[in-house]
């Protein structure tokens, strides 16, 4: 969720929304004030229920915020460092860094959101049930029937789905295995993936398009979600005992902040040639100088801009200590544009650089073979 924008923190936990997530929220306004509302109180008028679609829709993306705030927190409870909470296109997500060290951690934090959405269902029905006014009971009324619904479909045994998720802590749980465990959980949401998409394409072609189309949809999210999960288990498998120390780029060539981009060119690009230099000051990283950020500037301004001026700050790149776990590193690695990190030893001094790359060539080398070399 690179693109989204954070709008705050809640307990120090980033929350952002990504653009889809505003098409989304418009989409539901409009179904809700042009369709739901007039059939269920016709009695009130436009104007109250596009009130009502308004706070109806706010509280539902506020149900879903509470929900990854169910696993963020648990997660947090588990030592697991949390990335932060993202509202999008398929309702929020809660990233996480690192990997769950038990089966029984991971099911703790698979089943906080659903509890959460279980209470908030039982609340807004409760609501619905005490006889407010009857634009308050509409709105009630839909949340929680939408949160219990919400519920049941996302406690389906498919990962990324909660269900899904709680499927793996049990296989994981009851055979130790978690690479075989992983696999046989994404075969299972492979298979619902399909299942949607089937059912999507019947409900189309019997004529409820705008459904069967976003039901297809979900079921390749699904399908695709579930892929990568199976690609995170071969990783975890391949990286497993490795350190960031075993795969990292040794005495990477680095530059001087106050060279300038024609001094680059001349004294390291042309003996040296990478697609990135790390940036460091007496033995201590500042950024990273990506090649294109140099073919970016004209040319006749290169022997006037420094490095500083174009570098990648060192907020802006990932940093991994030498002694770091490998798997960890891959799964930052990979959810960042630039697909490099700086490594560093005890002293915060560099001493090496970890891409991408490095470890798409550990995943390569059967794990058996690396561990007797």
Same mark, same amino acid.
């Given at each position: 969720?690179?693109?989204?924008? $954070?709008?705050?923190?809640?307990?120090?936990? =980033?929350?952002?929304?990504? @653009?889809? @997530?505003?098409?989304?929220?418009?989409?539901?306004?409009? *179904?809700?004030?042009?369709?739901?509302?007039?059939? *269920?109180?016709?009695?009130? +008028?436009? +104007?109250? &229920?596009?009130?009502?679609?308004?706070?109806?829709?706010? %509280?539902?993306?506020?149900?879903?915020?509470? &929900? $990854?705030?169910? &696993?963020? %927190? #648990?997660?947090?409870?588990? =030592?697991?460092?949390?990335?932060?909470?993202? /509202?999008?296109?398929?309702? +929020?997500?809660?990233?996480?860094?690192?990997?769950?060290? *038990?089966?029984?951690?991971?099911?703790?934090?698979?089943?906080?959101?659903?509890?959460?959405?279980? !209470? %908030?269902?039982?609340?807004?029905?409760?609501?619905?049930?005490?006889?407010?006014? $009857?634009?308050?009971?509409?709105?009630?009324?839909? /949340?929680?029937?939408?949160? /219990?619904?919400?519920?049941?479909?996302? !406690?389906?045994?498919?990962?990324? !789905?909660?269900g899904g998720r709680i499927l793996h802590a049990a296989l994981w749980q009851r055979s130790g295995d978690f690479a075989r465990s992983t696999e046989t959980a994404a075969m299972v949401g492979r298979g619902f993936g399909y299942l949607l998409i089937a059912g999507g394409a019947a409900i189309a072609l019997a004529g409820n398009a705008f459904s069967g189309v976003w039901l297809a949809f979900l079921g390749w999210f699904l399908l695709s979600a579930a892929g990568a999960e199976g690609r995170y288990a071969t990783a975890r498998h391949a990286l497993e005992g490795l350190l960031v120390r075993d795969l990292m780029a040794r005495d990477p060539v680095s530059v001087h902040p106050d060279l300038t981009l024609g001094q680059v060119l001349d004294d390291v690009v042309w003996r040296r040639r990478f697609t990135t230099?790390?940036?460091?000051?007496?033995?201590?990283?500042? +950024?990273?100088?990506?090649? =294109?950020?140099?073919? $970016?500037?004209?040319?006749? #301004? @290169?022997?006037? =801009?420094?490095?500083?001026?174009?570098?990648?700050?060192?907020?802006?790149v990932p940093v991994y200590a030498e002694d770091g776990d490998a798997l960890e590193a891959f799964s930052g690695l990979t959810q960042t544009p630039i697909g490099r990190g700086l490594v560093v030893d005890g002293e915060g001094r560099l001493v090496g650089l970890l891409s991408v790359t490095d470890l798409a060539r550990a995943l390569e080398v059967p794990p058996r073979r690396r561990r007797a070399s």
């Open positions: 969720m690179g693109s989204s924008l $954070e709008v705050g923190r809640i307990a120090g936990i =980033r929350i952002g929304i990504h @653009w889809s @997530w505003l098409a989304v929220f418009a989409l539901f306004v409009w *179904t809700l004030s042009a369709n739901v509302f007039p059939s *269920t109180n016709p009695d009130l +008028g436009g +104007g109250t &229920h596009f009130v009502m679609a308004l706070v109806a829709a706010a %509280l539902f993306f506020g149900s879903v915020l509470l &929900h $990854e705030l169910g &696993h963020a %927190l #648990q997660a947090r409870r588990e =030592r697991i460092e949390i990335e932060g909470i993202t /509202l999008w296109l398929f309702g +929020g997500v809660a990233t996480l860094k690192g990997s769950f060290r *038990t089966a029984g951690a991971e099911f703790r934090v698979a089943v906080a959101g659903p509890i959460v959405s279980l !209470l %908030l269902g039982i609340a807004f029905v409760a609501i619905a049930l005490v006889d407010p006014p $009857e634009a308050v009971e509409g709105v009630a009324a839909w /949340l929680g029937y939408v949160n /219990l619904a919400l519920l049941v479909f996302n !406690l389906a045994p498919a990962v990324p !789905l909660d230099y790390p940036v460091a000051e007496d033995g201590v990283p500042l +950024g990273l100088l990506p090649f =294109r950020r140099i073919a $970016e500037v004209p040319r006749d #301004q @290169w022997d006037g =801009r420094r490095v500083r001026e174009c570098m990648l700050g060192i907020d802006d």
